[in-house]
Each structure stands twice: as structure tokens, then as C-alpha cells.
């Protein structure tokens, strides 16, 4: 029973982490409930019959997978949808980039002569988690750090972790190249496929003065990431 409950807590993983239908969590969650009243009942079969060790071990292996494994079923059952992209659609006639797709052939082509190819962003393994690359010319010694806004309200989107998360120190630099590359960042406000229009702004701050300066902004479709 104990290798059962281990395999479905597993497959709830795959299923939590990856954008599967409703149906299939209530199936899963169907399942692993059944489990539970099984291991339940094996446990007062096994106490009646005093076999003690099987008890203590069926007891702490049980324990550690839920513990382990459950608690982002758990903490994602308390966390539902927060409507913030149906709450800000987008307006209609605005134009926006998509974020790039690792899995397809187009790839944007920089141009030292086009400040809308210096901010490229690339959806990375879930909704909301993103990637970007900068390419800028001259900068002096700082970081690199993005700001984003919904465009609609103004709203500053997921602001202090994005800050964290997004932000590089670079070296001086006198010509024009890749400044950051493939930095990861999420946006949490939003849900999966319920998307809206962003405004993301690269940021610099110079390390001799601490003072910053927006370098470019460029609008996204995004997604926030539900978990």
C-alpha cells in the first residue's frame, strides 16, 4: 500500500507542476483519499494482530511522504485563482510582444538599431516564469534589474521579489552587447492562461552614484504563476 500511496503523491506532483485538466486533479485526489483510508485501515489490522514494527514504519513512511510530498497539494488547495487578469483585460487595439517559446524555431534577431529587440523575454518552464535577455551599448558598472507594471491600472507587479529576482550586476561596458542573459524572474499575480498586458521596464543603477535611470520599457502578454 505504502508504494501506492508514493506513486499517486508523485503523479499529483506531475500533475500540480504541469498545466493538467481539472478532471485529472479531482482524479487524483480521488485516488490518493482512497489510499489514505486503506493505509488507515491496514494500520488497525496490523495493531490487532500486534505486529508492532510494521505499524512504526508503515506509520513513518506514510508521515514523511505526506509531509514531503503533499504539502504543495496542500498549500495550492489554499491558494485559488485570484482573478487578476479577468480582472484587467486587455485593452483592445493594443499592441503587445508575446514572450518567446525555447521550443520554437523564431527567434527574434537583434538589432543594435532597434531599441524594441534590446529586451527579449522567454516563457520558461511554467505560467508566470519568465526569462529574459538585455542588450544595451555603453554602461558603466551596476545592475540590471526589470520593473513591471499592469498597463491598464498602473499596478506594480510581484515588486520586491522581482527586484531579487531580476536584478544583475555587470561590468563597465563600451559597445553595445549582451548585458544579461537568460536571468530568470516570475510574476505572480494572475493565473495560468488568464493573461493581460504588462509593461516591463529595464532599470539601471550605477554603482559609483546609486542613482537609476529606465533604460526601456516594452509591453508583454503575461500570466501569472498560480502556485
Given at each position: 500500500m505504502f508504494p501506492l500511496l508514493l506513486a499517486l503523491s508523485m503523479l499529483a506532483l506531475i500533475v500540480l507542476f504541469t498545466?493538467?485538466?481539472?478532471?485529472?486533479?479531482?482524479i487524483i485526489g480521488v485516488l490518493l483519499l482512497l489510499v489514505v483510508i486503506a493505509l488507515f485501515t491496514s494500520w488497525v489490522f496490523l495493531i490487532i494482530n500486534k505486529q508492532w514494527l510494521k505499524v512504526l514504519f508503515s506509520f513513518i513512511a506514510s508521515a514523511v511522504v505526506v509531509c514531503i510530498l503533499w504539502l504543495p497539494l496542500i498549500l495550492s488547495a489554499m491558494s485559488g485563482p485570484d482573478g487578476f487578469g479577468k480582472d484587467h483585460p486587455i485593452p483592445e487595439g493594443l499592441e503587445f510582444n508575446l514572450p518567446l517559446s525555447f521550443e520554437s524555431d523564431k527567434i527574434e534577431v537583434v538589432d543594435s538599431l532597434d531599441k524594441?529587440?534590446?529586451l527579449q523575454i522567454w516563457n520558461d518552464c511554467q505560467?508566470?516564469?519568465y526569462k529574459y535577455d538585455f542588450y544595451y551599448g555603453s554602461l558603466a558598472s551596476g545592475e540590471v534589474f526589470l520593473r513591471c507594471y499592469e498597463v491598464t491600472s498602473n499596478t506594480p507587479l510581484s515588486e520586491d521579489r522581482l527586484f531579487e529576482q531580476s536584478r544583475v550586476e555587470i561590468p563597465p561596458q563600451k559597445q553595445f552587447g549582451k548585458v544579461v542573459n537568460m536571468q530568470s524572474f516570475t510574476i505572480y499575480e494572475g493565473d495560468w492562461d488568464?493573461?493581460?498586458a504588462a509593461r516591463i521596464e529595464v532599470w539601471f543603477k550605477s554603482s559609483e552614484t546609486n542613482k537609476e535611470n529606465k533604460l526601456m520599457e516594452k509591453i508583454y502578454r503575461v500570466e501569472g504563476w498560480m502556485r
Amino acid at each position: 500500500m505504502f508504494p501506492l500511496l508514493l506513486a499517486l503523491s508523485m503523479l499529483a506532483l506531475i500533475v500540480l507542476f504541469t498545466k493538467a485538466p481539472s478532471i485529472l486533479e479531482t482524479i487524483i485526489g480521488v485516488l490518493l483519499l482512497l489510499v489514505v483510508i486503506a493505509l488507515f485501515t491496514s494500520w488497525v489490522f496490523l495493531i490487532i494482530n500486534k505486529q508492532w514494527l510494521k505499524v512504526l514504519f508503515s506509520f513513518i513512511a506514510s508521515a514523511v511522504v505526506v509531509c514531503i510530498l503533499w504539502l504543495p497539494l496542500i498549500l495550492s488547495a489554499m491558494s485559488g485563482p485570484d482573478g487578476f487578469g479577468k480582472d484587467h483585460p486587455i485593452p483592445e487595439g493594443l499592441e503587445f510582444n508575446l514572450p518567446l517559446s525555447f521550443e520554437s524555431d523564431k527567434i527574434e534577431v537583434v538589432d543594435s538599431l532597434d531599441k524594441n529587440t534590446y529586451l527579449q523575454i522567454w516563457n520558461d518552464c511554467q505560467g508566470g516564469m519568465y526569462k529574459y535577455d538585455f542588450y544595451y551599448g555603453s554602461l558603466a558598472s551596476g545592475e540590471v534589474f526589470l520593473r513591471c507594471y499592469e498597463v491598464t491600472s498602473n499596478t506594480p507587479l510581484s515588486e520586491d521579489r522581482l527586484f531579487e529576482q531580476s536584478r544583475v550586476e555587470i561590468p563597465p561596458q563600451k559597445q553595445f552587447g549582451k548585458v544579461v542573459n537568460m536571468q530568470s524572474f516570475t510574476i505572480y499575480e494572475g493565473d495560468w492562461d488568464d493573461y493581460y498586458a504588462a509593461r516591463i521596464e529595464v532599470w539601471f543603477k550605477s554603482s559609483e552614484t546609486n542613482k537609476e535611470n529606465k533604460l526601456m520599457e516594452k509591453i508583454y502578454r503575461v500570466e501569472g504563476w498560480m502556485r
